[in-house]
């Protein structure tokens, strides 16, 4: 622990050398009359990616590129670097007969991070690389900290949160999953777009925390003098929306629950939520299933991905199972011939299965809810839809057609994990009343995530709202699949992180 500490303490004093060597530079440049900080504009004229791209049209001619210093190997009187810009890296070659004796000896003195502008003539060097031959450069800017170093980058888990920026700038393989993400979501939008849907967007501050069972964040507005609620879903926004007469409507955008950070779990996350008149759960499955394909190939190519060295095939259709035929497979327990609360929490008892409230208050649908939970929901590995969930805790979903006992509901699995829910949407507002109440009941019995009633919605509802499929989507969880990231961090730019003391 002691030489640990030690070598920490180098680190930092080698660290702080090397900030003080750069602000001494700066200083210098500033006294010259070269402040790289007051460059306001680069006329740039290509990127790495075009010069690659076009190289048999721009061989032998003069272009403008800018970007990041990564490296430098300059000896003697000629040499290479590299900088890299949004779309890649390119190598520069730098000779003194080209850009003068002065700029040639200023240019050894650039650090690692810096910001240059280069022109200069394309060509290809003896190996085949695609370069540029600079006859002049800029610095743009100055980079006053130094990155890690090359070989090692920023391993530290803490610290690649935390400095995002350094992450992606020394780890390309984490710049490439950002740009993947950033794909997808233009891909799912696509997706829902050519299919007549119309992006909306609803408030995030909210009077009621509704939509979902979830605990929300609370702030309050100072003019009004009342608590308000940062959104936990968009679910009745959107309803309104259908009510209005949209007919097909979604909005991707922030949520937030007041709930623990895990590798999958982040208190603000992205969901897209959308909602189509005239349909059922049935139909949400079919964009569900072919929405993921669809992002899946647009970036990886194919719709099967390797996920922690297991493969996936998400090519449809998916699996479609009921929760209790999924029960019965993994544990042995049919709940089809289970006819009362006691005899359900007669086998809660003995499979030792916790509630928020006590087993005398559970129902048949709270138990086969916590059995599934327990025993079947970690082998849902490939694609599935599990389908017609207990009535107690789907109080904004229809009752099933025939058995009234459950409801059109599913959520979709991959490789264990939730990656979205689904209903063929309650729209019979005294119904809907009578489900609010009893989740009512459920907060007074210890459960501090069941539904609150929201009277504006009601009043929406009671206007008419017609036969409507529902779908709300997990993003960070797809982007995890198709980028096969272990944790929910690694796909969100900017996760919730503890303050530094």
Known sequence: MANEELNIKELEAQLSEQEGLRRQKLADLQAQGKDPFDVYKVERTHTSSKIKESYEDLEGKSVTIAGRLMSKRVQGKAGFADIHDRDGKMQLFVKIDNIGEEAHKAFKTLDLGDWIAVTGEVFKTKT???????????????????????????????????????????????????????????????????????EVETPILSPIAGGAAARPFVTHHNAL???????????????????????????????????????????????????????????????????????????????????????IDLTPPWRRATMVELVKEHSGIDFDTINSNAEA???????????????EDCTKGDILNAMFEEYAEQHLIQPTFVCDYPVEISPLTKKKRGNEEYTERFEGFIFGREVCNAYSELNDPIVQRDRFEQQANERELGDDEAYVIDEEFMSALETGMPPTGGLGIGIDRIVMFLTDSSSIRDVILFPTMKPQS
């Open 128 to 198: 085949g690389e695609i370069s540029v031959l600079v006859k002049s450069y800029e610095l743009i800017c100055k980079s006053l900290k130094p990155l890690p170093e090359k070989w090692h980058g920023l391993k530290d888990p803490d610290l690649r949160y935390r400095q995002r920026e350094v992450d992606i700038i020394t780890n390309s393989e984490v710049k490439e999953t950002f740009l993947k993400r950033i794909n997808i979501i233009k891909a799912i939008r696509e997706f829902l777009d050519n299919r007549g849907f119309l």
């Open 225 to 311: 003098d009342i608590d308000m609620y940062l959104r936990i879903a968009t679910e009745l926004y959107l309803k309104r929306c259908i009510v209005a007469g949209f007919e097909k409507v979604y909005d991707m955008g922030k949520n937030f629950r007041n709930e623990g950070i895990s590798v999958r779990h982040n208190p603000e996350f992205t969901m897209i939520e959308l909602y189509e008149a005239y349909s059922d759960y049935n139909d949400m499955m079919e964009i569900m299933e072919n929405l993921v394909a669809h992002a899946c190939l647009k970036v990886n190519g194919t719709t099967k991905i390797t996920y922690e060295g297991t493969e």
């Open 345 to 359: 929490q007669s086998i809660a008892k003995e499979k030792h299965l916790d509630f928020k409230k006590k087993i």
